[in-house]
């Protein structure tokens, strides 16, 4: 009986571990699934996990030991959820920059639907980019192999977890730094082109350049997104694989 139940709270535990990355949307690179699936996925890693163990481990410990073990193997899956919720957000800061740049903002005025704050068209696209490369890459592997060798260093319910704050700020440094480089060329552009608006109002300050050149750095703004396409997936693979890396230290791990 109390080997059942040691099995069931170490099945429990790596539930928890494994919750954000596959049932939060936020942390969660199944948003896309329904929540059925997301559930049955949480449920066979964690089975599998528990199977891996050594045969003579077990949880011991009290109410407050297992409360602690609960709170610290949720805030493990939220780490290693950042893995992936930090690159997403750097695309998206990265295309919102775009799309202010390139006047692409203005597309919310025309939005009815766009009452409770702004869009990003190509943050937006770039997301949808991200989600279908982040599985041909193969990069859910890499996070769920790094998530499957924590419980070496990182039992279940053992605690000893150390948050790094140098760790996490590097993390989110290189991240966001990543997701710039990967629009920098089409930033470089529209900058020229403003360069370019800027003399010509000076010019004709009777025209209003501003619509007048709208649609021009809306075209050079795709002209150079659709030229940089090709490097795309390497840039993107190496945001992933950056965050991914930097896990274990920001855990306080190897």
Not at 11 to 28: G, I
Not at 76 to 86: D, K, P
Not at 108 to 128: I, K, Q, V, Y
């Amino acid at each position: 009986m109390e080997a059942i139940q040691s099995f069931l709270i170490l099945f429990a535990l790596a539930s928890l571990r494994y919750l954000p990355v596959t049932v939060l949307p936020a942390f969660s690179p199944l948003a896309w699934a329904p929540m059925t699936i997301r559930i049955v996925v949480m449920l066979a890693l964690a089975w599998l996990a528990v199977l891996a163990l050594p045969g003579q481990i077990a949880f011991e410990g009290g109410t407050g030991r297992l409360l602690l073990a609960v709170l610290g193997e949720l805030m493990l899956g939220a780490v290693f959820g950042l893995a992936f919720l930090l690159p997403k957000a750097a695309l998206h800061g990265a295309g919102w920059l775009v799309d202010m740049q390139a006047g692409l903002g203005a597309a919310t005025l025309f939005n009815p639907s766009a009452d409770t704050g702004a869009e990003s068209l190509l943050g937006h696209a770039l997301m949808l980019a991200m989600t279908v490369l982040f599985f041909v890459l193969d990069l859910h592997l890499l996070l769920f192999r790094t998530m499957a060798a924590s419980l070496q260093w990182l039992p279940l319910g053992g605690g000893g977890v150390r948050l790094g704050a140098d760790a996490f700020l590097r993390m989110l440094g290189t991240s966001f730094i990543a997701g710039l480089m990967l629009v920098a060329p089409v930033v470089i552009g529209l900058f020229c082109v403003d360069l370019g608006v800027g003399y010509a109002s000076r010019s004709m300050p009777q025209a209003n350049m501003y619509f007048l050149a709208l649609p021009v750095k809306i075209a050079v703004a795709m002209g150079m997104l659709a030229l940089t396409l090709p490097h795309l997936p390497a840039l993107m693979g190496r945001l992933f694989i950056q965050a991914t890396e930097q896990v274990p230290s920001v855990l306080g791990g190897p």
